[in-house]
Every structure is written in C-alpha cells, then in structure tokens.
C-alpha cells in the first residue's frame, strides 16, 4: 500500500495519506486509456457539419437542353453534383460520433490514469485551500507556493469560491470528484487533490 504526504496551502507537511492499491496500483494498460479518451473526444463532437445533396438545392428543375441533337452531353439538371452551384455526393451530415464504452472499463482507466499520475509523482494531496475572498491574486499565490503549473484541482463539492478565483488562470482547472474524467487527468501536468476529494474518491472507486 502506497503512503503520500499531505500538505497545506502553505506548502507544508501536515500528515500523510494510505493510498488503495486496488485504485492507486493497477497496471498501466495505454490501450484502455486510448479507447476511454477517444470515447470521450467523440462525445464531444458536435456533429452537426453538413452539404448540400443535389435534391437540397434549390432550382434546377427545368432540364438545360434538350436531351438529343445538340452534341452535348445529356444533363437533366443544371444541380448535378457535375455542375458549378450543384449539390456535394457523399457529402458529410449530420451524425452522432459517441460510442459505447462499458462502465467498469472507464472505472479501470480512471484507475490506470489515476496509477500513472502517482507512479510520475506527479500527484499531490492537499489538506485544503481556504481563500478570505474571490480573488484571483489569491489563488495565485497558493498555485505558485504549492508549484503548480497546468494543474488539475480535484474538489470534493463545488466550491464557487474557489472556482471563481482560479478560472482566469491559464493551465489551472478544477474539478469535482464525481466529474473526475480520464482525458483531463492526462492533459494536465499534475493532478492535485484535497483531502476529502481523495477520500471520497478512494472510498467509490474500491
């Protein structure tokens, strides 16, 4: 079982954590990882690009010629995908790109993402950021104390206060627990956790 240090906003050493080695220490497997942040960039997509078929286009009723005795090839409508102003074949629509991906399969990638992040030493657990006001300067300063640079905060319950103040920050995102996803863990630099997010976050994913 895995032991890490906790420190308080101030960068010092207030105690120290057991970490499960059922969600802490799972081998790393890069395939898994791939599927799950590729299910979730494909969510993402909107999908919603779309061309005109030629049946969308608007006039080319009338037939341009007519069909024998012109030396011309035969055309029907001046919208044939063949003609300048005519519809797109085989042109993208709209469509839904998300995939299926089983829930104990994300539930071990979080786990996978979670044991690389410790095994790079990247991860760090916090005891709390108590900030007197919304203020960016504020949240500044404790980023800058603890070292953190393209952080992921993972918070145990929304805190506005908090939310408010490290938004404008470049690289800084923070992050519920429940909302804690594979993609952001391996975009960001480091993954920090208050002591209750991790907690929590052990105790669900045991």
């Known amino acids: 079982m895995a032991t890490i240090t906790i420190y308080?906003?101030?960068?010092?050493?207030?105690?120290?954590?057991?970490?499960?080695?059922?969600?802490f220490e799972v081998p790393v497997k890069p395939e898994i990882l791939h599927l799950v942040v590729r299910s979730q960039l494909a969510a993402k997509r909107s999908g919603?690009?779309?061309?005109?078929?030629?049946?969308?286009?608007?006039?080319?009723?009338a037939k341009p010629w007519r069909q024998k005795g012109t030396g011309r090839a035969r055309a029907g409508s001046t919208r044939s995908p063949l003609w300048r102003g005519g519809g797109t074949t085989f042109g993208p629509q709209p469509r839904d790109y998300s995939f299926k991906v089983n829930k104990k399969v994300r539930a071990l990638a979080l786990k996978m993402a979670l044991t690389s992040k410790l095994s790079e030493e990247k991860l760090m657990v916090v005891k709390s950021i108590d900030l007197p006001e919304i203020k960016t300067k504020l949240f500044a300063d404790v980023a800058e104390t603890l070292g953190l640079y393209k952080a992921l905060i993972v918070v145990k319950d929304a805190d506005n206060k908090l939310l408010l103040s490290a938004r404008n920050i470049p690289g800084i995102k923070l992050i519920s627990a429940d909302q804690l996803n594979v993609y952001d863990i391996l975009r960001h630099r480091q993954v920090v956790m208050l002591e209750n997010a991790a907690q929590d976050l052990q105790e669900r994913l045991k």
Do not use: C, F, I, Y
Request: charge should be positive.
């Open 8 to 23: 308080d906003q101030t960068n010092k050493e207030v105690g120290s954590m057991d970490l499960a080695p059922e969600v």
């Open 48 to 61: 919603t690009h779309a061309t005109k078929t030629r049946g969308m286009k608007r006039g080319g009723g």
